[in-house]
């Protein structure tokens, strides 16, 4: 004669059945009703611990499994569900002291990534680094832990280390297009420029046609001075995203060194900036020197270019050469006076004897003289 389920076991299986088919508040409220006060009814608890879980009450769900992890110090199982608990709860470090305590009875890589990501989220990066690597020590081919391991070195300036995680990885997996741009981002700001384009280009030819690709490609490009690949690049990065300030700056200031035509080509990139531009003052002082440079170099257009040299300098007071500049271009103008004004501004916060500093002071010579000439008649 078969043995009768009891009402527990019962209760039990039906709770069960409900949270498989994700009806959690039923099973939550079946289960709760199971567990009375001052009995120890692990299965029932460990369901009811589940149910909180999943439906989203963390703290339900870490009082419950510290309840059963205390009972229970070798249920490795607890021990995670706790660590993940605490870490959806955003109590990093309580989740650190649940996750060490499992890798006490177990090394698991992905308890060890936990633990990193709760060192990186309170911004402990050397700790977080430390636990990453050991992750990757038993399982060398978990992208996300080298992603965040060389993110970190990275942000460190640690960039031969950042180059070497991304090689071991990409021994056994060559054409992975999440970590190799890393390889080459390292790369980038290692200033090994040359190596970071054949990272770029290859990722290009993979098809990884996204828009840090070809920003740092065509940075990259720009930086070895291949200007007309800069461009390439810079503006299809524009194509796949137009909300950075500094790529339409970059890509004026690209066609620019290219002597494109001010303005068709370059000044619209700079009007793009400007409408896109958040006050800041170095941005703005770089825009209007690009503006000024752009009239300057154009030879008749001396006033806008005046203009854009003096906002140049309002939002940069350090941006001295703009002084003798906007001098220059009084002379051009003929305006002797204003030009010696604005020589002896630029004479005030120069360093005396520099080339600039000498320049200015023979640029005042001659120009008092064709004032002379001027006043004399000659």
Same mark, same amino acid.
């Given at each position: ?124 990066a050397d700790s977080a680094l430390w636990y990453y690597r050991r992750s990757l020590a038993l399982r060398p081919m978990n992208e996300s832990a ?27 997996? &060559? ?14 700001? %290692? !200033? +090994? @420029?040359?190596? /970071? #384009?054949k990272v770029f280009e290859r990722q290009l030819e993979l098809g990884n046609d996204i828009y840090p690709i070809h920003f740092y490609l065509g ?97 940069? &007071? ?14 051009? %103008? !003929? +305006? @002797?006076?204003? /030009? #010696? ?38």
């Amino acid at each position: 004669m078969a043995a009768q389920t009891s009402p527990r076991d019962s209760i039990l299986a039906r709770a069960r059945y409900l949270k498989s088919i994700f009806r959690i508040d039923e099973a939550t409220e079946m289960l709760s009703n199971l567990v009375k006060p001052g009995v120890m009814d692990e299965g029932a608890l460990s369901e009811l611990a589940d149910c909180h879980f999943q439906g989203g009450a963390y703290e339900d769900a870490a009082g419950t499994y510290f309840m059963l992890s205390s009972r229970q110090p070798s249920n490795i199982l607890y021990r995670i569900r706790l660590m993940q608990a605490f870490f959806r709860l955003k109590a990093y470090p309580q989740s650190i002291e649940a996750g060490r305590d499992v890798l006490h009875l177990d090394s698991i890589p992905a308890v060890m990534c936990y633990v990193g990501d709760a060192f990186r989220l309170m911004e402990e990066a050397d700790s977080a680094l430390w636990y990453y690597r050991r992750s990757l020590a038993l399982r060398p081919m978990n992208e996300s832990a080298v992603t965040k391991a060389v993110n970190i070195l990275i942000a460190k300036e640690d960039y031969d280390d950042a180059v070497a995680v991304t090689d071991a990885f990409l021994a056994d997996d &060559p054409d992975n297009t999440v970590v190799e741009p890393l390889k080459g981002l390292a790369l980038y700001r %290692k !200033k +090994d @420029y040359g190596s /970071a #384009i054949k990272v770029f280009e290859r990722q290009l030819e993979l098809g990884n046609d996204i828009y840090p690709i070809h920003f740092y490609l065509g940075q990259s490009y720009w930086q070895t001075n291949v200007v007309y690949r800069a461009e390439e690049e810079l503006t299809a990065a524009w194509q796949l995203d137009s909300s950075d300030v500094n790529l339409a700056y970059a890509i004026a200031a690209v066609k620019a060194e290219g002597y494109r035509p001010f303005e068709k080509e370059v000044k619209p990139w700079l009007d793009k900036a400007l409408e896109m531009l958040q006050p800041d003052p170095a941005i703005l002082s770089r825009l209007h020197q690009q503006y000024g440079l752009g009239y300057y170099r154009r030879m008749d257009s001396w006033d806008k270019a005046i203009e854009h040299y003096r906002e140049a300098y309002r939002y940069n &007071p350090e941006f001295i050469s703009a002084l003798s500049t906007i001098a220059y271009c009084y002379e051009q %103008k !003929k +305006d @002797y006076r204003l /030009a #010696i004004q604005w020589f002896e501004k630029y004479l005030d916060v120069a360093r005396p004897g520099s080339r600039g500093y000498e320049f200015a002071k023979a640029s005042i010579d001659h120009l008092k003289g064709q004032v002379f000439m001027e006043v004399s008649g000659e």
